[in-house]
Each structure stands twice: as structure tokens, then as C-alpha cells.
């Protein structure tokens, strides 16, 4: 069926809120274990009745218009969320480096989205899951800017002859997120003769949440760039542009300046300064639109004198079960730092001496910076490899008398294991047990970036 206006085509959309897909599947797709595809081919065929296909154009090409389901979940803490990356279509390394944006295989598909939304439900069959909402969606201008420069970082890195370097963190919303997982799914790129794993332009999950919380939650977000600036300026230099006048001031300082209490043990304090740098005083970080959307995670670094951290920087605890059952291509430590951008905020003592309480702590500025491949796929997964072995095997279990206290002691790697990342645990209470899949109990363990593979990051050599 042809379409011919933008309402006709969103009104029969809508038609398919409450429906399960086992009501829509007309084509029997669900009931066939031999048919392959996900929901989305479920709308494609059997409610708006085109074939499924990899063209380069949009579906409904009359209108320029490209269709898309996507799904939601609630979170561990009852947040709505993206359950996932949208996946748009597949980078050929080989002509992408010829185009502009504009005449871009990407902008060409996708710079129009009719988005159907639907939750997913854990334990639940797929064909009970029903179309929640369903929108026409066009990139407004301020993300346009950001998606525009995403773009061109993707395609300079390919023309510079390091598509396997690619990495989804390399950008802030739109990714090249792998599509497939095997050495089957290597493609030539054309300045290296190196093979790059297949890819595809996708809007990242965190984007993603951010359409699911202003469609879905009617949240608002709040901006710090406006789409004027953005045209001008990437947003890693308008966030620059932020800080850099503070820089040199001691937080005490940076505080009365902005009208802040200042509480330096308060865990609240350095997210309330920095919201309060960026100009929208008292707004949660991950209520920054920009935040939100790039997966921009900050971290707090406080150095010595010599330019060295005071510690390494730990990471969520680590779920031994989950670590031991799941691929490392399909790992969530890997993903973690293939997907987020992290903000470094950069403190500085002045005075040696850790146990002084009363030094001064300035403010050294602001790194953002997220990890290159060739550090993710080798020693974060050598860190990977040799627990899951050592979970699955045996851990070396010790406990040692220090004073009145027994400490448990394990043979996870250390820091002196690759020099960029180790295990250990993030508390002090060694009564917070966890069972690992051979059955030992040990005490819970973090992931942690050494400092001084921090320190190397900024100095700009990582």
C-alpha cells in the first residue's frame, strides 16, 4: 500500500497501539521456528503488507520515511529504559568515504524515523508483547549538529585507515555499533589492508532512553547547548568553554563563586558544582540532555602533587555468574566501555601528605575520553579471561591476620597484571559475600582501571 501523506501513515501506526504481535502476526512468523527476523519484520509484513528488505532507501520511500520497532524495559531500580541500540543500516567501508552527510547512506535511510515502541516484559512470550506508541520522528537541530560531527568522526577514522579501530565510545550519539559477532563478519575497508569487523550506524541505547523518557515518561530533559553554538562548536568544546574559567580555583572557591555550600565529604557536592558550572544549578547529571543521550559517565579524579591519582578507579561489582556464562563479545564489561564517553573532572593537591584533611583541592579541569579497542579487546579482556577461568576452576582463597582482623586474600589480577585494570574488592566490609559458579564464597570483588593507567590517559598517552 502507498502512503501518501505523513498522517495517513502515522494514523495506521497508531492503530497498532495495544495490540500483541501475536495478534498482528498475519504471516506466521512467531508460530515458525524456521523463520528468522525480529518483531520488526512482524510490522513490515503482515501490518503494513511491504516485503522485507535491505534496500538502500527508506521503507515507505513515497514519504522518506524509514520504519523502525524498538524496544523499552524497566531497569533493576524500576527505570524505563531502552532495552537496546537502534541498529540502522550496515557502513560500507568502501563507499561511505566518498559521501558528505548529506548525500550519506545514513541521512539517506534515516533522517526521518516512524518509531514503534513496545515494552519488553522479561519471562514473557514474545507474542504477548504489545505496541505501546508509535511516533514520527525527525532528529531536532541541536541533535542534528551533534550527529552530523558523529558522522563525520566515524567516516575520518575510516579514511584513515582504522575502521577496526571503531568504537561506539568514539561518539556521542550516533554509533558504529559491530553487526555480527565472527570472523565471518570482517569487510575490507579501503586505506588498510587490515579487516574491520562489519558495522552498522545505530542510535545509541542512551539516545534511545532519552526518546523512551521524553515519548513514554513525558520527562523533560535540560540542555546546556543550543543548536547556534553546536554549528559553531563541537560539544566537547562548549563543555570546555564551561569549565575553563575555574580553572586554578580551589573547590572552596569554585563554590562561593557559584553560591554553593561547600561540603567536600558530601557525595552530592561535586555533581551539584558541576551542574552549577554548566549553568542549570541543581539538575541531576543524568537529567543533562547531552549526558543522557551520549552515555557520558563522570568521574571524580583527585591527584598528588606528582600528577598521579590518589587511587585507581573502581567500577560496578562484579556479577561472577554473569561473567562466567557470557561471551566476551556479548560481555558487559566490554560493553561498558565500548559505549560510554567519561567525563574526567580533575582535581589537584597541592600539598603532599594523604592523611591531611585540611588540604586545599584545585580544580585541574576536564578530560573526556573513552578507551580505545585495541586497549578494550586485549587487557580488559586478558582481565576478563583469567577470572572467568579462575571462577569456573578455582580461586586461591587466604585469609591474613592484620591486627584483630582476618583479610581475605585471592589470586584475581592484580595491578601488576597488565598494568591497565585488576580485581579487587570496593568496600571495606569483607562480610558482604558472593557465590561464584564453582561453588567457592568470596568476598565481592570490583573492576578497577589502575591509576596509574589513569595517570598515562592524562597525560595523553592511552
Keep these: 500500500m502507498i502512503y501518501n501523506t505523513e498522517e495517513e501513515l ?10 500483541t504481535f501475536g495478534d498482528l502476526d498475519k504471516k506466521g512468523r512467531l508460530s515458525n521456528s524456521r523463520s528468522k527476523g525480529g518483531l520488526g519484520q512482524i510490522i513490515e509484513e503482515s501490518y503494513f503488507g511491504y516485503k522485507v528488505n535491505s534496500n538502500a532507501e527508506p521503507d515507505f520511500k513515497e514519504l522518506g520515511i524509514e520504519l523502525k520497532v524498538t524496544p523499552f524495559k524497566k531497569n533493576t531500580k524500576g527505570k524505563i529504559t531502552a532495552k537496546e541500540r537502534l541498529v540502522l543500516n550496515i557502513i560500507n567501508y568502501m563507499k561511505e568515504v566518498d559521501y558528505t552527510f548529506d548525500t550519506s547512506s545514513f541521512w539517506n535511510k534515516n533522517s526521518k524515523l516512524l518509531l514503534m515502541f513496545y515494552q519488553w516484559l522479561p519471562g514473557v512470550d514474545r507474542s504477548d508483547f504489545k505496541v505501546t506508541k508509535s511516533i514520527l520522528f525527525t532528529f531536532p537541530e541541536s541533535d542534528l549538529q551533534i550527529i552530523k560531527k558523529d558522522w563525520e568522526t566515524i567516516v575520518n577514522k575510516v579514511r584513515d585507515g582504522k575502521a577496526h579501530e571503531l568504537s561506539e565510545g568514539d561518539t556521542n ?9 565472527n570472523k565471518s563478519s570482517l569487510r575490507e575497508q579501503p586505506f588498510s589492508e587490515e579487516l574491520a569487523m562489519q558495522r552498522a550506524f545505530s542510535l545509541k541505547q542512551s539516545y534511545m532512553t532519552s526518546l523512551v523518557r521524553k515519548f513514554i515518561k513525558n520527562e523533560e530533559l535540560v540542555s546546556i547547548a543550543k543548536s547556534e553554538e553546536l554549528i559553531k562548536k563541537s560539544f566537547e568544546e562548549i563543555l570546555y568553554d564551561r569549565f575553563n574559567p575555574y580553572i586554578g580555583l580551589t573547590v572552596r572557591e569554585i563554590a562561593q563563586k557559584q553560591g554553593i555550600e561547600y561540603n567536600q565529604k558530601a557525595k552530592s557536592f561535586i555533581p551539584l558544582m558541576i551542574s552549577s558550572l554548566l549553568g542549570i544549578k541543581g539538575t541531576k547529571l543524568n537529567d543533562i540532555e547531552e549526558f ?9 579524579i583527585r591527584l598528588e602533587p606528582n600528577n598521579r591519582p590518589r587511587e585507581s578507579m573502581s567500577f560496578k561489582n562484579i556479577n561472577f555468574n554473569q561473567w562466567f556464562t557470557e561471551s566476551w563479545e556479548e560481555s558487559e564489561i566490554r560493553e561498558t566501555f565500548m ?14 601528605g594523604k592523611q591531611n584533611s585540611e588540604r586545599e583541592l584545585y580544580f585541574e579541569g576536564l578530560k573526556l575520553w573513552n578507551m580505545p579497542m585495541r586497549t578494550i579487546d586485549k587487557e580488559v579482556k586478558e582481565v576478563w579471561q583469567e577470572t572467568k577461568r579462575l571462577v569456573g576452576e578455582e580461586v586461591k582463597i587466604e585469609y591474613k591476620k592484620r591486627g584483630n582482623t582476618l583479610i581475605e586474600t585471592n589470586n584475581f589480577p592484580k595491578k601488576d597484571f597488565n598494568g591497565v585494570a585488576h580485581i579487587r574488592p570496593k568496600g571495606r566490609n569483607g562480610k558482604d559475600k558472593v557465590n561464584l559458579p564453582n561453588g567457592q564464597i568470596v568476598t565481592k570483588q570490583c573492576f578497577w582501571l589502575n591509576n596509574n593507567y589513569i595517570a598515562e590517559v592524562l597525560d595523553g598517552n592511552k
Aim: proline share 0%; glycine share 8%.
Design 10 to 19: 502515522l494514523e495506521k501506526a497508531r492503530a497498532a497501539e495495544g495490540s
Design 292 to 300: 543522557s543521550k551520549a552515555n557520558i559517565q563522570f568521574k571524580t
Design 339 to 352: 559505549s560510554t564517553k567519561f567525563l574526567f573532572v580533575i582535581f589537584k593537591y597541592k600539598e603532599t
Design 173 to 181: 550519539y550516533l554509533g558504529a555499533c559491530t553487526k555480527g559477532a
